[in-house]
């Protein structure tokens, strides 16, 4: 059954980079579906209900308009292929000696700067490997669980891993946020969503110094096998080259960002896979057979979020003639919208597709980025302060420290001090731009 459900994930992977021919987006859905259905019984709760929920939309669509369907496929193959292509290149460089050494020498130093290194540590790791980054830096800090027992410092490592990659949604090119944010927004560059971005990420890992615990003194640490220039050149140097290709792909051959993302990561893949044959190495194909719960979460989500705009998208005739400053007022909820719906364990997935799809089709066009901006602050904030995140859940398994305690009371009071720089970035810059 394992090498059947990996086959099927391969062909969904294989789907989405064919995308463009006829019958392929359905196939894919049809190949992500079918292995979730065979993954139920590994499954969680959560990705199980999405999944429900899912096929529920599928009936309806049939019902009310199966031209519905079409779209949701689409939506569906593409962020599963994807995903799927960031696992393997999570898987590839998760074996590497460079990342290994990068993850344990970010343990160094004292207090402040080991919060600030864990910190944008795991932002960066978390660029190509996405939630794979949660789990390396996060094993090493249930190591020293294990080893020390709890105490200041691994409180707030962990509050650093989980800030760290949360913040990594709104300015990673390669984070699902931001590919889907610029693909429901098609008039905002990339180029113009980080230049506002990767400031607002920097300055919420840096306000998130004031919301930690004191350390004793002696908590200083010495790391062994601290990464040397090379380690990080080599990592960096990646991660550079994965976006240059992202880049030249949407340009040079006009595909679709989510699809040029995906052809990137795989060229990563196949790159390793070569040096590692003429190294006289065979690293074995990588086991796609426990992707079930990304797939159902990913792929169901991004179906429900679909259709549902596609019937709101139905019921709108015209394009509504609304003063500026109500615009202003819409983009400075999206934020808190987000987050309300994440704790209610809903996908951030399915509230970006709702309005980028619903919103962005009926925003005014000057003013796109100050919705852009709004979307992908707003998941990211809900990445590292609700409770029911995958990488808190990932924390949890790792460390033992609770999601609604690690993620959300550790976290409250930064998450609402984004939340309202959030709201006031997207309504001025809506404000202004219209």
Known sequence: MLPLRSALAYVALLSAILASLPGMTYLGAAAAGATVLLGWQDMRNVPRVVFVVALVMLVFALGYDPELIETASGNMTRLAGLMLAVMLLSNVLARTEDLQQISVSLFGGKPLARYLSLAFGTSLVSVPLNFGSVAVVGSLVGERIRRNGDSESTRNATRAVLRGFGVAPMFSPLSISVVLTLTLLPQVSLLSLLSLAVPFSVLMVLAGLRWREPEPLQSTERSVNRAGAGSWLRFGG?????????????????????????????????????????????????????????????????????????????????????????????????????????????????????????????????????????????????????????????????????????????????????????????????????
């Not at 409250?412 to 959030?422: F, P, R, T, V």
């Open 238 to 434: 990646l991660i550079l080259a994965i976006c240059v290709g992202v880049l030249w792909l949407s340009h040079r051959f006009g595909l679709s960002y989510a699809h040029a993302v995906a052809l990137s990561c795989l060229a990563a893949v196949l790159l390793y896979r070569i040096l590692g044959w003429l190294n006289r190495e065979n690293p074995p194909m990588t086991s796609m057979a426990n992707v079930s719960n990304e797939l159902a979460i990913v792929g169901g989500s991004a179906f429900i979020g679909a259709v549902l705009s596609g019937v709101v998208l139905g019921q709108i005739s015209g394009q509504p003639e609304l003063p500026v400053w109500l615009w202003g007022i819409l983009a400075a909820g999206v934020p808190w919208v987000f987050f309300a719906a994440g704790l209610a364990g809903m996908n951030p997935i399915i509230i970006a597709t709702l309005v980028g799809g619903i919103l962005g089709s009926l925003w005014p066009t000057a003013a796109q980025l100050g919705l852009a901006i709004a979307m992908v602050t707003g998941w990211g904030i809900t990445a590292f302060g609700t409770p029911f995140a995958a990488n808190a859940l990932i924390m949890e398994r790792l460390t033992g420290y609770r999601p609604r305690d690690a993620s959300f009371r550790w976290s409250l009071a930064l998450s609402l001090s984004g939340l309202c720089a959030a709201s006031l970035l997207g309504f001025s810059l809506t404000l202004w731009l219209a």
